[in-house]
């Protein structure tokens, strides 16, 4: 299967949920797009010990009321996977960039990270 290209379109939608999670106080400890190998397509990934809290379903329906409540329409919104804090792949993302001053922006690609093989990303936040 080919994969699609992240547009500009989507970096922007991808810092409009990060923002929408800010301003609904869900803090979030990894943020990025990443093309990920087992689903064949871009996924939105977040991990955050706020939505580790109450189980995977609760954080969905927080996150979702967030992009709701940020006007981000359910047409609009992208394919998320909320990642607990412990799984290998955020672990391994905070070990590498945690520290960094800033890795908004920054792309990573074509390496094993963790327990997932990530083709290609963009990170608006790791802490």
Same mark, same amino acid.
């Given at each position: 299967?080919?994969?699609? #290209?992240?547009?500009?379109?989507?970096?922007?939608?991808?810092?409009?949920?990060?923002?929408?999670?800010?301003?609904?106080?869900?803090?979030?400890? #990894?943020?990025? +797009?990443? +093309?990920?190998?087992? *689903?064949?397509? +871009?996924?939105?990934?977040?991990?955050?010990?706020?939505?580790?809290? @109450?189980?995977?379903?609760?954080? *969905?329906?927080?996150?979702?009321?967030?992009?709701? #409540?940020?006007?981000?329409?359910?047409?609009?919104?992208?394919?998320?996977?909320?990642?607990?804090?412990?799984?290998?792949?955020?672990?391994?993302?905070?070990?590498?960039?945690?520290?960094?001053?800033?890795?908004?922006?920054?792309?990573?690609?074509?390496?094993?990270? @963790?327990?997932?093989?990530?083709?290609?990303? *963009?990170? *608006?936040?790791?802490?």
């Amino acid at each position: 299967m080919d994969k699609t #290209a992240l547009v500009d379109i989507d970096v922007s939608l991808g810092d409009d949920v990060v923002k929408a999670l800010d301003a609904a106080g869900i803090e979030t400890n #990894a943020a990025l +797009w990443a +093309w990920l190998s087992e *689903y064949e397509d +871009w996924r939105f990934v977040l991990a955050s010990r706020t939505l580790d809290r @109450g189980g995977l379903r609760r954080g *969905y329906e927080m996150v979702n009321r967030a992009t709701d #409540a940020a006007g981000i329409a359910i047409d609009r919104a992208p394919s998320i996977l909320i990642l607990k804090m412990t799984d290998p792949f955020i672990r391994e993302l905070r070990r590498l960039f945690g520290r960094s001053a800033n890795v908004n922006g920054i792309r990573l690609g074509g390496q094993l990270i @963790g327990n997932r093989f990530v083709q290609e990303a *963009y990170v *608006y936040r790791i802490a």
